[in-house]
């Protein structure tokens, strides 16, 4: 994804009979995503995740909600690849690898905040190169990705930034999705 197809993604109208998003509030945050994408401006994974648009005004449709919502968690995965410095190749599909996780280091919570407890992520990072690598007789899919808990670390124990985790949680499970899709595209 480039700041070039940031600026260029066009979204439906909401269904009729449902008030979409404000369009003029996407349009100004896609606009941010792409300045973003230039390294103009800092936006995190999880400052686009709780990003809150008005609905449009009564009478007007906005943009639909399901639309909007999607590009944004695409967008999510690839700041997150590029946050992490992994390469995509021209087609956009992921090249996230076990030798990929294996290098990876969360930093620790803002001072004052909650993080994951260490030990349950690094556990679950064992299940996920072992994924990748495809090594053991099952691995994980993506949906059971994208319903990871952790708990939260106490005083004391080594925890690691909440936001960080969850991100490359997304791109975990876009790259388990890709394979999955593929797998059954090469079955039929």
């Known amino acids: 994804m480039t700041p070039d197809d940031v600026r260029r993604v066009r979204f439906g ?3 009729i009979g449902h008030r979409g998003y404000d369009t ?4 100004a945050f896609c606009l941010r995503i792409a300045d973003a994408f ?6 995190t994974a999880a400052q686009i995740r709780g990003q809150e648009f008005a609905t449009a005004h009564l009478g007007l449709r906005g943009y639909d909600r399901d639309e909007v919502d999607e590009f944004l968690d695409r967008v999510c995965v690839e700041l997150e690849f590029a946050r992490l410095g992994i390469r ?6 992921q090249t996230l690898t076990s030798e990929d996780v294996r290098r990876l280091r969360f930093s620790a919570p803002p001072t004052g905040q909650a993080g994951y407890a260490a030990d349950e992520v690094d556990a679950y990072l064992d299940r996920v190169i072992a994924t990748l690598a495809h090594v053991g007789p099952i691995g994980l899919t993506s949906a059971e990705v994208r319903t990871a808990n952790f708990g939260l670390a106490h005083a004391g124990m080594s925890a690691y930034h909440r936001e960080e985790v969850d991100a490359f949680l997304d791109v975990v499970e876009h790259t388990l999705r890709a394979q999955e899709r593929e797998h059954l595209e090469t079955q039929h």
Request: hydrophobic share 35%.
């Open 13 to 15: 109208r909401a269904p």
């Open 38 to 43: 230039l390294g103009r401006v800092t936006l």
């Open 88 to 93: 995509r190749d021209p087609a956009g599909s």
């Open 24 to 27: 003029i509030e996407v349009d």
